[in-house]
Each structure stands twice: as C-alpha cells, then as structure tokens.
C-alpha cells in the first residue's frame, strides 16, 4: 500500500497554486490525482521562465503538480465535457477553484454532479467566497494578505506602513486546510457513505490563520485595543559579527539562560525584564538591548553558548544555506530525483510521515495531458474513439 490515501482517486481541475498544492499533498499520501488541463496547461507552467525546451515547465509548477497524473481536455467541446463527467463518476474527490458560476456553466456544478456520483467528495476553492459583495472578485495573495490583517501585521516599525510578506502565504495556508477538509470528508463519507460540499475561501483561511496570536488585541468583545505597539517591536533577527541568528527568550528560564550566556547577570534583576510580563511590556527595549549584545561575537560562538545555556537559538539562514545545513542534510528534508523534460530537480520531502502507510517516492510532475490515453482507457474508451478525440483536437497528448 503506497500511502494512506492509496485507492482514492482525485479530479483535480484547479489551476495557479492554492488548489495544485492542496492536492499535491494528496498525491504525496498516494491518492491517484488527475489533473483536468486545457489544451494550453496550466498557467502555473507559463508564469516564471520555463527551464525546459518546450515551455512546459516552471519550477512552480514543478513543485506543485508533483506525483499526478494529467489529462487535456478542451472543456468548450462538449465530447471533452463527457469525458469529465465519466471521470468524475468514477472518482472520490473533485477540487475546482473557477470564478464562481464557471462549473455550473459546464453542467458541472454541485448539484449536477451530486446526482452523477452521491458518494463524490465536492471541494470548491475560492478567494473570498460565494457570498457577500467581493464574490465575483479576481482574486491573488496580495488581495488576501491585503484583506485579512496580515500587511498590517508586517507593518513597519515607526511608520506602520503596512508590508506583503514575500511568499504567496495565503495561497499555500488555504492548501493545507483545503487538504486536511478532503481527509476530514473522506472519513466522514466512510462513516456514513454520504459524500458532501466542502468550501475553503482564502480570505476565512487567513483569518482563522491570524487569529490566535496576531488578533489578541481584538478577541475580547468589549475590550479591544489597538495593535500597533504590538507590531511596531523589533523583529528576532540579530545580527553577529560575521551573520545573522534569531533567538527566543519568553520563559523565566530562557532569559536566565540569555543573561548566563551573555555574561549579564546583572539582567535578572533589571526592572524592566524581571518578569514575563515585563520583559513583553518593554518587548521594545528588551529586543534592541539583546541586538546590541548579540553585534559582538561570531554566530558561531553565541549559537553555542546560547545552546549550552538552552536558550532557542538558530542561525538565519539564506536560501541557498538551507540545502546544506547540517540539519536539514541529517533529517533528508530534500530529495532529488531525475524529471526527464528538465534533469535533475529538487522537491521537499513531505512534511508528514507515516509508519505504516509510508508515501511512495516523489515522481515527477506530468506533461500537459501526458496521461490522457491511458486515463481515457480506464474509463472505457476504445482506441479508435480515443484517436478520434485526439485527431479533433478535444484531448492533448505530449508524451514526457
């Protein structure tokens, strides 16, 4: 058995990131997830430089797409649209992330397909969801960053001007919840054999994201308070002589720790830091006085004394380091493996592993409708009806 979810099979019509990621991690369990592409691909294949010969694959894609299968159907033909819904018929799971009404055009809203397959597991991605006035937004990270209170958690200090974090954070939050719902349904559908409608909007991901730490401030009706001195604090990142290291002091005892490490005793006993809550009231002061200390020796030196002192410290460390920390090479957290349209690639090893149902080895991400043939041939075409629909151009072959 290669993975948890082997056995259950995935319609994946979703296109850019929150939806592939989502169902990447499904395929990573060894779920069968085929990818539902127009003639044209993805569009995830075309946004960065490609780094192959034909165009079809950028390292997004790569890293978002890996372990499925791929069919090309032009979904404006109605023989492509028959191929779906015999797909979808015998499927567990289907995940779209069209603009609101796009599948109920194609007869392929829920309702419909409920009929076709009562057991289906139906998973709709959007942006802000299907109610409220943003409904018919077009809809990317920044959008939601911008909407949910994350820019402002990233505000600037002194100026508070609000700041994107560099990474499409809502995208890839919205993935792992979207994952974790389609586990959750298809456990309930085992306990009941009743599939149902699951819906993950960026926007109610995001703010569930934020909620426990970054809207304290706000959880209390009645008593909220503005955010911005939270925010406005310095970050942990300090720098050494020769780098960078981050360094946590919340309990009592790790800023004994800081203080033992540091050779500053006299810390313990300063009014502003002598106790957990007076150390976050003057969070401030506390985190510019540790930068001063931490400027004079090498990251070397204080990454021991502080680990010697059990005091969470780390180095910061740039991408390029992160492939060969010492850590990261021990724990085999990056695998290679050979993608015959681009060479040898690197992937992140799935973060969850299982003892009993380990999940099989990366495999490389598909051509566009590089598995139509075989996928049209489980569903019972023959194959002159399969050159038919490949000579009117209603599927894509590309063979990898």
Known sequence: ?????????????????????????????GADVIK?????????????PPIDDDGQFSPMFISTNRGKRSISLDLKRPEGVEALRKLIARSDVLVQNFRPQVMERLGLGEAAVRALNPRLIYVSISGVGDSGPYAGKRVYDPII?????FADVQAQAGTRRPQMIRAIVAD?????????????ALYARERTGVGQHVKVAMLDAM???LWPEAMTNYVVVGREAPA????????????TIDGYI?????????????????????????????????????????????GEILATRTTENWLKRLDDCDVPCAPVLRRAEVLTNEQVVARELIAEYVHSGVGRVRQARPAAQFSATPGRAPSAAPWIGQHSREIL?????????????????????VKG
Not at 172 to 184: D, E, P
Request: charged share 25%; net charge negative; hydrophobic share 40%.
């Open 1 to 29: 058995m290669a993975g948890p979810l082997s056995g259950v099979r995935v319609v994946d019509l979703t296109s850019v990131v929150s939806g592939p990621f989502a169902t990447m991690f499904l395929a990573d369990q």
């Open 36 to 48: 539902v592409e127009p003639p044209v691909g993805d569009m995830t294949r075309r946004t960065r």
């Open 145 to 149: 960053q911008g909407l949910s209170g």
């Open 172 to 184: 890839k939050t919205t993935s792992v919840m979207t994952a974790q719902a389609i586990t959750a």
């Open 207 to 209: 703010i569930a994201f």
């Open 228 to 239: 911005g001195d939270h925010n406005a604090r310095p970050d942990l990142v300090f720098a």
């Open 246 to 290: 981050t360094a946590g002091t919340i309990s009592d005892s790790e800023w004994a720790g800081f203080c033992k490490a540091t050779d500053r005793p006299d810390l313990l006993d300063d009014e502003r830091f002598n106790s957990q809550g007076k150390r976050a009231a003057n969070a401030t002061e506390r985190i510019t006085l540790m």
């Open 377 to 397: 041939a489980e569903l019972g075409y023959g194959a002159e009806e399969i050159d038919g629909l490949a000579n009117t151009t209603v599927i894509r072959e």
